[in-house]
């Protein structure tokens, strides 16, 4: 159990349906970030994701929206999820959360919730948008795909990391301006 006072709590999104049902493990993130907010680990939650490209989305659902929904379900007040629907990845996931929300508000005490196969990554990006100015802490969600899935993710996350570090590594950590020009590029 993390102990830390945050001042947000960000939670890239992992999939939504045309329906607008989330899969598993975007529930399992949403129900990690509902509990530590419970907590009191944090007083705002940021849902961060734009329309799903999973599973031929072609109702345009945004996971954002859909994260938001299922964490009021789960006892959060409407007020405190906020959501960050322009993103299309993780690279904008970090970087819209800390453009719309983190710099506007003075939060510099961030906790990212995101599932272990994912968290390389999260971790990665987070810490190259956001820069040495911000604290930022990472919580897991509980693992809640079966193995041969797992073995499926770890090979996409591997396969993206490779994709994303070829992005990311020749910019400084923080730089938004080049930041902002690879999310909006690509």
């Given at each position: ?106 939060w510099s005490d961030i906790l990212i919730v995101a599932s272990r196969e ?63 020009d690879e999310v909006l590029t690509k």
């Open positions: 159990m993390i102990k830390v006072m945050a001042d947000v709590i960000i939670v890239p999104g992992r999939g939504v349906y045309p329906d607008g049902s989330l899969f598993k493990d975007s529930q399992a993130r949403v129900q990690k970030a509902v509990e530590l907010y419970k907590q009191g680990t944090a007083p705002k939650i940021i849902m961060s994701g734009g329309v799903s490209n999973h599973v031929g989305n072609k109702a345009e659902t945004i996971e954002a929206k859909a994260m938001k929904k299922y964490a009021v379900v789960l006892g959060v007040e409407a007020a405190d999820v906020l959501e960050e629907s322009e993103s299309a990845n993780t690279i904008g996931n970090a970087y819209f959360s800390k453009k719309v929300y983190c710099e506007p508000n003075g994912h968290m390389k990554r999260v971790r990665y990006v987070f810490k190259k948008t956001f820069g040495d100015a911000y604290t930022l802490c990472f919580e897991e969600s509980k693992k809640v795909i079966n193995p041969l899935q797992y073995l499926r993710q770890l090979i996409h996350e591997s396969i993206s990391m490779k994709l994303t570090r070829s992005r990311l590594n020749s910019i400084d950590d923080g730089d938004d301006d080049t930041i902002r």
